[in-house]
């Protein structure tokens, strides 16, 4: 059986594939912006960086 960290990877995965996937994407598009830049860049560099986070929190205390 998969560790937690492994399921909770997989379950990320499946989430950023949904959030990532083109009907989603062109919800975030839109006329508005935040502090300048466009909301459809903002969305998108908060989802990455977020993700970015969220697996380094996962694999930091992994040992290989």
Do not use: D
């Not at 560790?3 to 989603?24: D, I, M, S, Y």
Request: hydrophobic share 55%.
């Amino acid at each position: 059986m998969k560790t937690r960290k492994e399921q909770l990877l997989f379950v990320l995965g499946g989430v950023l594939w949904l959030c990532f996937n083109a009907p989603l994407v062109f919800l975030y598009n839109s006329h508005t912006s935040v502090f300048g830049f466009p909301k459809f860049y903002v969305v998108l560099f908060i989802l990455w960086l977020s993700t970015s986070l969220i697996i380094y929190l996962l694999l930091k205390n992994r040992r290989g």
